[in-house]
């Protein structure tokens, strides 16, 4: 499976309260999220503003990528919703704190 992260601006997405990301797997673009808690608890956001989320899923971004290709893959495709539990369990993967 090839899985690329194209260089799009993430966006926050108020109605669900996720940030959006695209990701480019096997040809087609898809929309992956972190939520709002993950970026919370695991990538040290200050707060639920957007601002906030947005600094740290930049500042994490690397390792927001790594655990989404990581599910990508056992989900064969599927868009990705990255929840505090994602980053918790790692499947191996260093969560966001990797600094």
């Excluded at 899985?3 to 087609?28: L, S, W």
């Excluded at 601002?51 to 390792?63: C, K, Y």
């Amino acid at each position: 499976m090839k899985i690329e992260f194209p260089r799009v601006a993430a966006v926050y997405n108020a109605d669900d309260m996720t940030i959006e990301f695209a990701v480019d797997c096997d040809g087609k673009r898809i929309v992956c999220a972190s939520s709002t808690e993950a970026l919370e608890d695991d990538c040290d956001a200050k707060s639920i503003k957007a601002e906030d989320l947005m600094v740290a899923f930049r500042a994490h971004r690397p390792s927001i990528e790594k655990m989404t290709a990581r599910y990508l893959k056992l989900c064969q495709g599927a868009p990705i919703l990255l929840r505090s539990g994602h980053f918790r369990w790692g499947m191996e993967c260093p969560p966001c704190r990797d600094g």
